[in-house]
């Protein structure tokens, strides 16, 4: 039930600026504000995949794990905001690592979910979404000293 939810939101998600769009209502505001949201509702899906997989998998470390998913989540929005902030770059710049995007790590969330693979997500998320912010660091280093 957590994976399907986790996808239904996932498509909420991505309609709502479309329909801010289509409606004119797009503020730098909004912008902000969903983004903000965005980070509760992840931080929200993955304690709770975190709780449900100590509850039901039985791995020892879960909770450690889940930490780590949870702390490289919320790492890869503010390295990409801090990164383009310093480098004036747009948000849309395809020159940030991205090893797997919010999308793809909800889908992951939802697969782990309905599939009841919840700690091999997580451990998953946390190894991925950490390699992605060292990659940005990197990145944003090589980026300094051609500068």
Excluded: C
């Excluded at 304690?47 to 998998?57: D, K, V």
């Excluded at 383009?84 to 690592?97: G, T, V």
């Excluded at 939802?110 to 997500?121: A, D, F, H, R, T």
């Amino acid at each position: 039930m957590g994976g399907i939810l986790t996808q239904i939101a996932s498509v909420m998600d991505g309609v709502d600026g479309d329909l801010a769009r289509l409606k004119g209502m797009v503020s730098p505001f909004g912008a902000f504000f969903d983004a903000v949201l965005d980070r509760y509702a992840d931080a929200a899906i993955v304690l709770g995949m975190t709780w449900w997989s100590a509850q039901h998998e039985g791995y020892a470390g879960t909770w450690a794990i889940g930490i780590l998913a949870l702390l490289g989540s919320l790492m890869i929005s503010y390295s990409r905001a801090r990164a383009e902030a310093s480098l004036h770059a747009k948000s849309d710049a395809p020159f940030l690592p991205r090893l797997v995007p919010r999308d793809g790590r909800l889908f992951l969330i939802m697969l782990g979910g309905i599939l009841g693979k919840g700690y091999w997500v997580l451990l998953t998320l946390a190894i991925l979404t950490h390699l992605t912010v060292l990659l940005r660091i990197l990145y944003f280093t090589k980026s300094l000293a051609v500068n």
